[in-house]
């Protein structure tokens, strides 16, 4: 099994006509992803990628079928994309897009209360469930089926700790980048917790970053749940120099604040194993599965 995607979604994209939008909806549909349609606005009525493309969300949704998009529209229009995308009634809204305006996006995460509607990013990698489907820009090479659940706020540590989980014979039940803006759809600990009631996950690898509380978040759930299962935590950022804005628009700590020492320490106050060493992850949480120490 999978979380918040799988075999049967239907998946529209918004600004398919543009040459991101074809390059990655190229890559979705070879890969086995049920994309459906296009949505341009002025372009309604026309084919692209073999696929019908509309000029409203609303018009895609009622003759396809579809309960996911994703958006590869420039950071102007995507608020106003994902804005469709929610009256739409869409269930999963991936928005890869980056440098989209904070306080359009703070608009987007009020639209989102009360709807039916989850959003992943912006400036998201997507989700990637082995095999099955991909929504998004993520790597798919090293990528196999499994029983590890992965979310980061790390898109190159993302790929690294996928080829690890790999080669340690494990796979990987979903990944899911949750985004590396300050402000963003689902988070951290909202993964965190599907994977712990996921049948289809044994184990969870979290990537967290200094900035924010994401990840004191995370930690929070688990002291309070006490989950069977594994979760292994890696905090990048460590040597990042305070006052200083690193990488993300998130990657920011001001005195203790977000600082990794801090998130390391409550994480593993909760009973998460912590990784010092990247390079280490995928091992840990295959010892961590076999109950070593």
Known sequence: MAILV?????????????????????????????????????????????????????DAVRETGADASIVFVPPTGAA????????????????VTE??????????RQALEGSRTRLVGPNTQGILVPGVTQIGVMSTIDARPGRIGIVSRSASLTSEIVLQTTRQGLGQSTTIGV?????????????????????????IVVV????????????ALVKRVRP??????????????PERRMGHAGAFTSGTDGGAAHKIAV????????????SRVGETIRRALAGED
């Open 99 to 108: 440098r989209v305006p904070v306080l359009d996006v703070v608009r987007v």
């Open 208 to 219: 967290g970053e200094i900035g924010g509380d994401e990840e004191e978040e995370v930690a």
């Open 179 to 203: 985004g590396g803006d300050p402000i963003h759809g689902i988070g951290l600990k909202d993964c965190v917790e599907l994977f712990i009631d996921d049948p289809g996950t044994d184990g």
């Open 228 to 241: 069977s299962k594994p979760v292994v935590a890696y905090i990048a950022g460590r040597h990042a120099p």
């Open 80 to 95: 106003a994309a994902i804005l469709e995308a929610i009256e739409a009634g869409v269930g999963l809204v991936v928005c």
């Open 6 to 58: 799988g075999p049967e979604t239907r998946v529209v994209c918004q600004g398919m006509t543009g040459r991101a939008g074809t390059f990655h909806a190229a890559r979705m549909l070879s890969y086995g992803t049920r994309l459906v349609a296009g949505v341009t606005p002025g372009k309604g009525g026309r084919t692209h990628l073999d696929l019908p493309v509309y000029d409203r969300m609303a």
């Open 267 to 278: 994480l593993r106050g909760a009973g998460v194993r912590i990784v010092n060493d990247a």
